[in-house]
T-cell receptor, first 113, second 115 residues
Framework: SQELEQSPQSLIVQEGKNLTINCTSS?????LYWYKQKYGEGLIFLMM?????EEKSHEKITAKLDEKKQQSSLHITASQPSHAGIYLC?????????????FGTGTRLTIIP | EPEVTQTPSHQVTQMGQEVILRCVPI?????FYWYRQILGQKVEFLVS????????KSEIFDDQFSVERPDGSNFTLKIRSTKLEDSAMYFC?????????????FGPGTRLTVL
């Protein structure tokens, strides 16, 4: 089965600083998603990556998928209080037609003034 | 912007009671899912539903669980006889096309507390 490990588990960052969250897969990733979850709330879609070496940006958040498609990173530039929350990576298993999204362990991000 | 909605936001029940969690997926979506998240743990897949039948389910989704799309808009998760370990946040999700490589839109969740 597909396992996703995220690091760090929690992160406390001063407002305005940059940060990076990593997601590592035990198997080749065929589609990697990043979601954000505020405590007690639903999951908000951030980005999806499919191709090795792919990089996408939205506002101050950039996500990359490595060439081997086993690791992804999420980078936030000039962090703001609105970035606080739990970041989850999610992945499809490596065969078409399966509908089960497997999630990582999550990274809890706290932004301090 | 269309969104997935879930009711209730919080459900408290006694062990052994039946609960029904309700979801209204995005209107033109065809694939529907339930996930759960026990406090402090990963979000886990429970079941996927397409064309009025279960297309995939996890080992968590045993005989105590059932799903239904009773009309054109609602998608429900029923737990027949709740256990303490069913306490969790339950998320409904939907997607439009073939799920692989397409975004699943998640609802805000229902927090189920079993006493």
């Amino acid at each position: 089965s597909q396992e996703l490990e995220q690091s760090p588990q929690s992160l406390i960052v001063q407002e305005g600083k940059n940060l990076t969250i990593n997601c590592t897969s035990s198997k080749t990733l065929y589609g990697l998603y990043w979601y954000k979850q505020k405590y007690g709330e639903g999951l908000i879609f951030l980005m999806m990556l499919q191709k090795g070496g792919e990089e996408k940006s939205h506002e101050k958040i950039t996500a990359k998928l490595d060439e081997k498609k086993q690791q992804s990173s999420l980078h936030i530039t000039a962090s703001q209080p609105s970035h606080a929350g739990i970041y989850l990576c999610g992945a499809w298993p490596p065969y078409f037609g399966n509908e089960k999204l497997t999630f990582g362990t999550g990274t809890r991000l706290t932004i301090i003034p | 912007e269309p969104e997935v909605t879930q009711t209730p936001s919080h459900q408290v029940t006694q062990m052994g009671q039946e609960v029904i969690l309700r979801c209204v997926p995005i209107s033109n979506h065809l694939y529907f899912y339930w996930y759960r998240q026990i406090l402090g743990q990963k979000v886990e897949f429970l079941v996927s539903f397409y064309n009025n039948e279960i297309s995939e389910k996890s080992e968590i989704f045993d005989d105590q669980f059932s799903v239904e799309r009773p009309d054109g808009s609602n998608f429900t998760l029923k737990i027949r006889s709740t256990k303490l370990e069913d306490s969790a946040m339950y998320f409904c999700a939907s997607s439009d096309f073939q799920p692989a490589y397409n975004e699943q839109f998640f609802g805000p969740g229902t927090r189920l507390t079993v006493l």
